[in-house]
């Protein structure tokens, strides 16, 4: 299954099925519902587990089939499941290894809708969730209970930036016997592989890099071959949160540009930020690729570069925040992040608006951070865009003064 140890390569090769047929280059699409079956027998084999073969596209799908391998490959894990949404490969690894009486330890800050499954929804179903600051490892041990199963993150953490030692994580969790999930949205495999860090299972949004492209909602989880076939026997197949075949087949085709986007993604980052930071009307800017960032000592150790998102805050209140991106002329309002269109948001009143306004300052996400995803567009263009709206911050406030 491995075609190189490269990612590059393994981005544009791995797990691909030869067209026997016809020799096609693309990955064809396997737009169908249903498989034919031979005849009765085949199909109660294949029910039975007892014949390889597809059934029905909720169990599987040959053009599905290929995006799980090449992620998987990607993410140095044996398998994985594609999923409807990345919040069906949240709660796909979530729902698959916890029940009633069983305790999960998560990140106090995490993805909005994260936060609102463990929050709201799973503590309904009898499962005890903690939330910790994970920037301190003793708060994770000091949680840990004898039902203690699960252990749930994010690095960077989704909206704030603030990088988690995955590696002491990872080694915590294998120490306590806890299953350890991370989400590796922001960084994809290119920047961060937490398969090295012993965590079992991956999850992404592959609504954001992985598909690149701002036309697909969907997810995946890797992990070993076991867990995955838990996780889409149990929880896949009957709530049924499984990936349609066309978007399967758009993420494939986004892949195998995935690793010089993230790598563009990075350098506009990083001068996005680097502006960002000298700017006389920016409080503070979250990316951990400026050496002030907590995060900074992580890079090149557990991750390769920082990303394409950065958080900041202005000098001023929530009005001057709002002011300040409904300014924005290349950017475009809106949520989600990793396309080749850069975008602006408000965490605390959009993606984070799950939280209450007392657990959200209390997970440190303020209600004046403006999370950016820089885009492709030329950075110079991005950044005379940010400049005449910072500009305005500045001149509203002279008058003031
Ligand atoms: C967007 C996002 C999700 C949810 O993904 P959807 O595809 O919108 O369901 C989960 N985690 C992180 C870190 C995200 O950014």
Known sequence: MTVSKHIATQAIHAGRINDEQFGSLATPLYQTSTFVFDNAMQGANRFA?????????????????????????????????????????????????????????????????????????????????????????DNI??????????????????????????????????????????????????????????????????????????????????GSAEMISHIKLTVLKDIGATISPHDAWLILRGLKTLPIRVEQHCKSAQIVAEFLAQHPMVDKVHYPGLKEHQGYKFIGKQMKAAGGVIGFEIKGDIAEGTALINRMKLFSIAVSLGDAESLIQHPASMTHSPYSQEERLDAGISDTLIRISVGLEYVEDLIADLKQSLDQVSNSDQRVA
């Not at 729902?95 to 998560?106: C, M, R, V």
């Not at 992404?204 to 492209?213: E, Q, R």
Request: charged residues 15%.
């Open 141 to 222: 041990e000091a949680s840990i209970q004898p039902s203690t199963k699960v252990i749930f993150l994010e690095s960077p953490i989704n909206p704030n930036l603030v990088v988690l030692d995955i590696e002491s994580i990872g080694k915590l969790a294998k120490k306590h016997q806890l299953i350890s999930i991370i989400d590796n949205t922001f960084l994809t495999p290119i920047l961060q592989q937490p398969a090295q860090f012993g965590f079992d299972l991956i999850v992404h949004s592959a609504t954001k890099y992985l598909n690149g492209h701002g036309d697909v909602v969907a997810g995946i989880i890797c």
């Open 49 to 137: 587990g007892e014949e390889a073969g597809f059934i029905y596209t909720r169990l599987g799908n040959p053009t599905t089939r290929q995006l799980e391998m090449r992620l998987a490959a990607m993410e140095g894990m044996e398998d994985a499941a594609a999923t409807a949404t990345g919040m069906g490969a949240v709660s796909g690894a979530l729902l698959a290894n916890l029940s009633a009486g069983d305790h999960l330890i998560a990140s106090k800050a995490v993805y909005g809708c994260s936060y609102a499954l463990m929050a709201h929804q799973l503590t309904k179903w009898g499962i005890e969730v903690t939330f910790v600051d994970m920037t301190n490892i």
